[in-house]
């Protein structure tokens, strides 16, 4: 029987603005990813000029944005305002956004502004955490312009609905960070997080006494800034609108499935204990 003591999944709630629990994932993340920085603008109208390529994702409030003077955007929640070094922008309302600082050079192809509501180069693409054909999901920023239209692998990040997604994990070799940035949430959103994928593949290995303990759930609602490291499995579901974001993008062949492991943890002990997504138990998946 495994009696490891793990750490828990770090949650943030960003309504009020930063918490120590943000502190943490600031901590945590700036280990796991050198190079990057990450930082939360509460109620500000003002963003300055600095060297860095950074990323805005609006969180709260919304109006129109000028850029340097001379480029201007209405902008909303579950948009991206794109900053290059040297630029400046200024609100005519207050708002608040999640921000991640890059060390990578941003293609001059990608727009100061994206807002998945509003550009008609940005549709519904089902797949990943939101297989459903009806699914809202749509991509903002991806690692291949099979899916997107505006490609870049240091960031990637798109605004999905979740409502039923399947089990999977990033592998810590070749894989990336992931941060859910809840934006609506009906009372049955969740989260299933396991940090003991090990003993979920090797599955023979686990005992009936490690099955209440072996995947925790969260209760998810608005302002929640979820931060799920690589190697950490999880699962969104019962309808929450997430912009998610990765670090790196969403390398192929990252997205690793545990359904069909779940369900065979179940059926050698003759029960339906472990929750698991059934259409993606019947084999091993990886997108």
Not at 70 to 82: E, L, P, Q, R, W
Not at 109 to 117: E, H, K, L, S
Not at 263 to 272: A, Q
Request: hydrophobic letters at 40%; glycine letters at 6%.
């Amino acid at each position: 029987m495994n009696t490891t003591k793990l750490e828990p999944i770090l949650i943030s709630n960003l309504q009020e603005g930063k918490d120590e629990v943000f502190a943490n994932v600031q901590s945590e993340f700036a280990k796991n990813n050198p190079g990057y920085q990450l930082d939360y603008l509460f109620e500000t109208q003002l963003v300055e000029q600095t060297d860095a390529f950074r990323l805005l994702f609006i969180q709260q409030g919304g109006g129109t944005v000028d850029l340097n003077g001379h480029a201007s955007s209405k902008f909303s929640i579950g948009d991206i305002i794109v900053m290059r070094p040297a630029d400046q922008i200024y609100s005519d309302s207050v708002f608040s956004a999640l921000v991640i600082s890059s060390p990578d050079e941003l293609p001059s192809d990608i727009p100061p502004f994206i807002r998945p509501d509003w550009d008609p180069n940005i549709t519904d693409v089902p797949g990943g955490c939101a297989t459903e054909s009806n699914a809202y999901r749509r991509i903002l920023l991806t690692w291949t312009s099979s899916v997107g239209k505006y490609v870049y692998h240091s960031v990637n990040a798109h605004r999905v609905r979740l409502m039923d997604s399947f089990t999977h994990y990033h592998p810590i070799d070749g894989g990336f960070d992931e941060f859910y940035l809840v934006q609506m949430a009906a009372p049955t959103a969740k989260l299933l997080t396991s940090r003991r994928v090990r003993e979920i593949e090797n599955n023979q290995e686990v005992e009936k006494s490690e099955l209440e303990n072996l995947i925790q759930s969260h209760s998810l609602k608005v302002g929640d800034f979820v931060y799920l490291p690589r190697g950490v499995m999880h699962r969104g579901l019962g309808n929450a609108l997430v912009q998610v974001i990765t670090v790196p993008g969403f390398v192929p062949g990252a997205e690793i499935g545990l359904d069909h492991h779940l369900l065979s943890i179940n059926n050698r002990f003759k029960s339906l204990t472990l929750p698991y997504n059934k259409e993606a138990s019947a084999k091993a998946i990886v997108k």
